[in-house]
């Protein structure tokens, strides 16, 4: 129980099938997070095996299959001493699944879009980053909704307007709703009311 937890948006879990993702690759995907959270983004293929009892083989060709879908990608960089490391970026998946959602209105579920929860508000918030949501910024979000009790709806829209600033963090977001606070703005349609008002002038 006191293990380190691992975070993957729900989202994944929802539509991995869609993005051509077979349930051996979510396995190994799940792994590499795993190995991520650890300090080892680049992790031995044997090791991999080892957890998931798949072998050596069956990995390499789920790695090439992953990379050739775009749901992972492999870079190199140097470090201070020269050498070449080599690590596996787990983000694309994300980009893939926002590609994904942006493409169907409803979300790809058919249905009309589920009201804003706790979840799906963490869900959008990993979409938009390319990346799973650390336990420290899951607990910031819930102050925000827990002790400031900003409307999810708000925090949406901070999340909106920090993406089309291209400032994908939550300490801009803050910055937003502190700045709306301070203006009486608590509410998606008291920011849209003053939207409003502002282009009239």
Partial sequence: MKAP?????????????????????????LQMVSFAARGDRFPA???????????????YTALHEMLDKGVIDLRSQEDAQGKQIDWY????????????????????????????TRQRLFDEIEVEFGRPLSPI?????????????????????????????QVRSLKYMDRILLNWEQRGIRTKADAERERAERKRF
């Fill in 5 to 29: 937890l691992i975070s993957i948006s729900d989202l994944v879990l929802q539509h991995y099938r869609a993005l051509g993702i077979s349930n051996q690759q979510l396995l190994i995907y």
């Fill in 45 to 59: 293929v044997r090791d991999i095996a080892e957890r998931t009892g798949f072998s050596e083989q069956d990995i």
């Fill in 89 to 116: 970026d787990l983000s694309p998946l994300y980009a893939r699944l926002q590609e994904k959602l942006a493409a169907s209105p409803d979300g790809g579920s058919g249905t009309t879009a589920p009201p804003l």
């Fill in 137 to 165: 910024e899951q607990e910031t979000i819930s102050a925000w909704l827990d002790d400031d009790h900003y409307d999810p709806a708000l925090v949406e829209l901070a999340l909106r307007e920090a993406v089309l600033n």
